[in-house]
């Protein structure tokens, strides 16, 4: 009988370090399907992958600067259109008055504005002669 007893004993220790054993990996599975855990899980996979995008963006970028750069620029002006097709010809108009009276201002006092101006100096001190 002694030796069925410590047959019992020994079975029951297993039973109990299994039962434990189980519990301890019960509680682990409760913790990883708890809504939190899973939310916390999903946002590091998340910032895994736009981590990986972003760098295989830079590496593009640092592999095809100009093609990306005048895609970018030509990207934006599309966007920009219709503002740009409203507000350029006022600009040109500015921009050119500008440097209509920037060159005015750097023309000496003897030179004419313009040819037409020119011919007319000339024909009044021909006149101004006789």
């Given at each position: 009988m002694p030796r069925t007893r410590n047959r019992l004993i020994?079975?029951?220790?297993r039973s109990m370090l299994q039962r434990a054993e189980l519990?301890?990996?019960?509680?682990?599975?409760?913790?990883?399907?708890?809504?939190?855990?899973?939310v916390?899980?999903?946002?590091?996979?998340i910032g895994e992958k736009?981590?990986?995008?972003?760098?295989?963006?830079?590496q593009e970028f640092r592999d095809n600067?100009?093609?990306?750069?005048?895609?970018?620029?030509?990207?934006i002006a599309w966007l920009?259109?219709?503002?740009?097709?409203?507000?350029?010809?006022?600009?040109?108009?500015?921009?050119?008055?500008?440097a209509a009276d920037v060159a005015d201002h750097f023309r000496s006092a003897d030179e004419p504005a313009n040819?037409?101006?020119?011919?007319t100096l000339e024909e009044e001190d021909d006149e101004a002669a006789q």
């Open positions: 020994a079975a029951a220790r519990h301890r990996r019960l509680d682990v599975a409760r913790a990883a399907l708890k809504p939190s855990a899973l916390d899980r999903g946002k590091y996979r736009v981590d990986d995008a972003a760098h295989i963006v830079q600067r100009w093609p990306i750069a005048v895609a970018a620029a030509a990207g920009l259109r219709e503002p740009i097709m409203e507000h350029a010809p006022k600009l040109t108009r500015k921009i050119q008055d500008l040819a037409d101006d020119a011919e």
